[in-house]
């Protein structure tokens, strides 16, 4: 771990660095960014020699920036703005990040998906031009970006998962999972099937959570009961049809987002079965649908709005130079249930 703080912070020049390189403290540079008196004009056209060496940008920390502090934060959200902005997870967690920035006298500068570009487009704009202190990034940029993005001279923290050497915060949807499938187990459900979502690692935790709750459990795991959705509400519509299309169909369904359980409702009331007399739904996410639909869904709170502000508080521990994040911080959820859940016929 020692090493990977050490390469993280060669990444990103720090007053330390210049301090170094200048042949000065450290308190010497904090007076040259902040402009403060009682430094030779020789030793601060060293120190800014060796920041425009370094590339080294101070941060929102020090009171005055050489260039203009933007007192800005960029979010990258790596979706069009339709799912952006009809997606209550994204709007709860932008609201919570917003939040823990205005406390401190930031704005936000919000960045979506290009129209008929990548992932990568909601963020190049901010690889143009330095137009804030930090940046949050929202998991679905991918692979590919992040480290153009951390070799940008950014701070960066992602919201969600990701491989690469940069601080993440995320929710537990292992454990999330594993509480929604025990719950249906214990109603007594034996054949439940799964709408997955696009987000490989996301979904992959959640599935295991799935798995891990049946062998706990001591039942076997359906082989035939998973269906790929795309976490729209029409995907978990098919994904419903195909799944209550085999010869043995689930008496549950768990969708790995309320998108996508509110399509699987829309489906099996269309197909005339009762939810959840016939069939129980489980969603996660609990979003402001999950409470509104008819019925109720259950659901797993991620707690969006305190991911948003935890990732913020990361960011500014990076911005600010006060500490270095740990590689990975998981937030837990909670189950939350509601009446489109009950024991299956024959056992109520």
Known sequence: MSNERSRRRDARPTMRTVAAAAGVSHQTVSRVVNGEPGVTDGTRDRVLAA?????????????????GRTEVVGMVVPHDPGFTFANDHLLRL???????????????????????????????????RRLVDGLLVEAGVGADALPDLAASGYPVVVVGYTHQDVPCVHPDDEAGAYAVTQHLLALGHRRIGTVTGP????????????????????????????????????????AAGRLMSRRHPPTALFAFNDGMAVGALRWLREHGRAVPGDVSVAGFD?????????????????????????????????????????????????????????????HR
Do not use: N
């Not at 939040?99 to 990568?120: F, I, K, P, V």
């Open 94 to 128: 932008i609201g919570g990040a917003d939040t823990e920035l205005a406390a401190r006298g930031y704005g936000m500068l919000l960045s979506t998906r290009e129209t008929g570009g990548g992932a990568a487009s909601a963020y190049r704009r901010f690889d143009r």
């Open 199 to 238: 987000s490989a690692l996301a979904s992959g935790a959640r599935l295991r959570g799935h798995e891990r709750a049946y062998a706990d459990a001591r039942r076997r795991l359906p082989a035939d009961l998973t269906e790929p959705g795309d976490f729209t509400v029409d995907s978990g519509y098919a």
């Open 286 to 346: 609990d979003t402001a649908a999950a409470g509104l639909v008819d019925p109720p869904l259950t659901s797993v709170s991620l707690h969006s709005t305190d991911l948003g502000r935890r990732a913020a508080q990361l960011l500014f521990d990076l911005i600010d130079e006060r500490a270095d994040p740990p590689r990975e911080t998981v937030l837990p959820g909670t189950l939350v249930v509601r009446a489109s859940t009950a024991p299956p016929r024959g």
């Open 51 to 67: 920041m425009r060496s370094l590339a080294y940008r101070p941060g929102a920390g020090a009171r005055a920036l050489v260039r």
